[in-house]
Nanobody, 120 residues
């Protein structure tokens, strides 16, 4: 089995920064894709950023403020969030597509989320 654990969330004032981390552990053969999503209360989960190899994708509202990166040796993905706004307040979830050693098939795994709260 594979487990994803996020960290780095917290309370920050508008204009501040946070660095989120997500580490995967367990029956991992290979991590192919990594991404960050977020979900605010009463809203649908939305993509923040994704990375596949050296290629990155961002939602339009995050471009220039959010940066996604990865450390393949530690199966870890990071999200550097700058110039945070109150609208960024949400639970941030890590997502990885992983080739699992249990069945030698690829699966999507999700973390439990880390809360980011931006005050005005």
């Amino acid at each position: 089995q594979v487990q994803l654990v996020e960290s780095g969330g917290g309370l920050v004032q508008a204009g501040g920064s946070l660095r989120l981390s997500c580490a995967a552990s367990g029956s991992i053969i290979r991590v192919d894709n990594m991404a960050w999503y977020r979900q605010a209360p009463g809203k649908q989960r939305e993509l923040v950023a994704a990375i596949t190899g050296g290629s990155t994708t961002y939602a339009d509202s995050m471009k220039g403020r959010f940066t996604i990166s990865r450390d393949n040796s530690e199966n870890t993905v990071y999200l550097q969030a700058n110039s945070l706004k109150p609208d960024d307040t949400a639970a941030y979830y890590c997502n990885m597509n992983i080739l699992d050693a249990l069945d030698y098939r690829r699966h999507d795994y999700w973390g439990r989320g880390t809360q980011v709260t931006v005050s005005s």
